[in-house]
């Protein structure tokens, strides 16, 4: 996602939360709800969790994450007599560790999916490993255009439900070709077909069903293309794009919704034929923000992972270079001094002590942007024996040593190096949509720029 994309996504997303579609907890008497229309089919749909179980409940109020999913799921089935929860891909994050992929999954299994889209996160996990933990853990995935090296589907092509009386078909679509952001290692093993013509086989497979949903997988302008070359699909969902639809984008007889990226709302859209034959929808978005309870029973699988996740490898960290040695903030300051007393007032001085407050200092995800070099050799290991460490120092936008890493003219390396890192993505890859919805790089970067140093650059170590 570009930094202009980020800034438009954080901002819509931010008035999608101010204009009361947040939900609101508590189950009302099942007396007072108002009887829905017969053939009314309601479908709970989201995308792109990227592997929050709990969002981490920093300051900068993180929102999505399946435990607060799970509350607005539970409150929306108990609203509505007919429903099928679906989803459009990317529930698993990005090099996942085992540990964390079996609560993720453990999670999605007991919440009842009826549907989840193969997205290109859980194909970087490879054939087999994914077709292992389908079969494990139950997990309801589709994908009608993705093959394996013998010609068989990845996985189902699509599933039926019964619901209220209604017969619903549900299948997924993926790109068949490489979609900006993600590493492309997740087309590894397999071959694709067009998203468009297996679609039209699946309508065809699909036509005594009642209600027909596609999870698209791909961009919303192809997601469009989608609707609009293949009728008798009456709701796609979006997934992959970070185009929220505040209301559904009617495209001939389709319906095309979708929630956006990072999981961060949860659709509930309420779909019937009208006495013309016409289809009659509505549609709410809620907002997973901190308003929202997380559900006790994913919260208990999140805090069961932390402690289990503590004797794992930790995680693989290649967003950022890294310097020749890892040093405390304090050995720059003994040159720095006014730049040292300027981070001290920063909130980068004090990330660790952050994470304390909330009590996910043993989240090895969480460690990973609240200290320097975590799973780096010579990183943070731990407060106790890496304490300089627990902190973003001056080496997170400076890859350089206290003596600069230099054998010759220190300073002019060093500043070419600083400047080749210091840019907003690197910012970006710590303050992302799910860590810092809030985050506007232009607005942020001031609040840690310090002077730029004068003098003399310490003199390179004699040979």
Same mark, same amino acid.
């Given at each position: 996602?570009?930094?202009?994309? &980020? ?10 939360? =101010?204009?009361? *579609?947040? *939900? ?6 099942? %007396?007072? +709800?108002?009887?829905? $229309?017969?053939?009314t089919l309601t479908v709970l749909f989201s995308s792109d969790n990227q592997g929050v179980l709990s969002s981490c409940g920093c300051a900068s109020s993180p929102s999505g994450g399946l435990a607060k999913r799970q509350t607005a799921i539970d409150e929306a089935r108990r609203k509505h007599d007919a429903t099928v929860l679906v989803d459009a891909g990317d529930m698993f994050n990005e090099r996942p560790n085992a540990v964390k992929l079996k609560y993720l999954c453990m999670a999605i299994e007991r919440a009842r999916y009826d549907a989840i889209a193969v997205g290109e996160r859980e194909l970087e996990l490879g054939v087999e490993p994914l077709r292992s933990l389908q079969k494990q853990y139950h997990l309801p995935l589709v994908c009608a255009n993705a093959r394996d090296n013998k010609g068989e589907f990845l996985v189902a092509p699509h599933v039926i439900r019964e619901v209220g009386g209604l017969k619903v078909g549900i299948f997924a679509v993926i790109a068949d070709k ?19 013509? %297996?679609?039209?086989?699946? &309508?065809?497979?699909?036509?005594? #069903?009642?209600?027909?949903?596609? *999870? ?7 997601? +469009? /293309?989608?609707? %609009? /070359? ?30 956006? @990226? =990072? ?59 890294? @310097? ?16 040292? !007393? ?13 994470? =304390?407050? &909330? ?9 990973? #942007? ?21 902190? &973003? ?16 003219? $220190? !300073? ?13 993505? =690197? #910012? ?24 730029? $140093? ?8 004699? !040979?």
């Amino acid at each position: 996602m570009s930094e202009s994309n &980020v800034a438009l996504v954080a901002g819509l997303a931010g008035a999608v939360f =101010v204009t009361g *579609l947040a *939900l609101v907890i508590g189950c009302e008497p099942m %007396a007072s +709800r108002p009887a829905e $229309p017969p053939g009314t089919l309601t479908v709970l749909f989201s995308s792109d969790n990227q592997g929050v179980l709990s969002s981490c409940g920093c300051a900068s109020s993180p929102s999505g994450g399946l435990a607060k999913r799970q509350t607005a799921i539970d409150e929306a089935r108990r609203k509505h007599d007919a429903t099928v929860l679906v989803d459009a891909g990317d529930m698993f994050n990005e090099r996942p560790n085992a540990v964390k992929l079996k609560y993720l999954c453990m999670a999605i299994e007991r919440a009842r999916y009826d549907a989840i889209a193969v997205g290109e996160r859980e194909l970087e996990l490879g054939v087999e490993p994914l077709r292992s933990l389908q079969k494990q853990y139950h997990l309801p995935l589709v994908c009608a255009n993705a093959r394996d090296n013998k010609g068989e589907f990845l996985v189902a092509p699509h599933v039926i439900r019964e619901v209220g009386g209604l017969k619903v078909g549900i299948f997924a679509v993926i790109a068949d070709k490489p979609m900006p952001g993600p590493p492309q290692g997740w087309t590894t093993g397999l071959t694709f077909e067009s998203p468009e013509t %297996a679609a039209r086989r699946e &309508v065809a497979a699909l036509k005594g #069903c009642d209600v027909i949903i596609a *999870l698209s997988h791909q961009g919303v302008e192809e997601t +469009r /293309a989608l609707a %609009a /070359a293949v009728p008798g699909i009456q709701v796609i969902v979006s997934g992959h794009d970070e185009t929220v639809f505040k209301k559904p984008l009617q495209i001939g007889q389709t319906a095309v919704v979708g929630t956006g @990226p =990072v999981g961060r709302l949860l659709g509930v859209l309420s779909w019937r034929r009208g006495e013309d034959g016409k289809p009659v929808v509505a549609q709410d978005l809620m907002g997973l923000s901190a308003k929202i309870d997380d559900t006790k029973w994913v919260l208990d699988m999140y805090w069961a992972y932390v402690k289990e996740a503590k004797v794992e490898a930790v995680p693989a960290w290649e967003f950022a270079a890294a @310097p020749a040695t890892y040093e405390p903030a304090e050995h720059c300051a003994a040159c720095h001094p006014d730049q040292y !007393k300027q981070w001290t007032g920063t909130g980068h001085a004090h990330a660790y002590d952050t994470l =304390v407050k &909330v009590k996910r200092q043993d989240d090895p995800e969480c460690i990973l #942007c609240h200290t320097m070099g975590y799973g780096r050799e010579g990183g943070f290991v731990s407060i106790e024996k890496t304490q300089g460490l627990g902190r &973003v120092t001056c080496q997170a936008c400076h890859p350089v040593t206290s003596g600069h890493g230099m054998t010759e003219d $220190p !300073k002019a390396a060093a500043i070419k190096e600083s400047k080749g890192q210091m840019g907003s993505r =690197v #910012c970006l890859s710590c303050h992302g949509l799910i860590e810092s919805p809030n985050f506007d790089y232009l607005v942020y970067k001031p609040r840690i720029m310090h002077p730029v $140093p004068t003098g003399t650059a310490p003199k390179p170590a004699a !040979k």
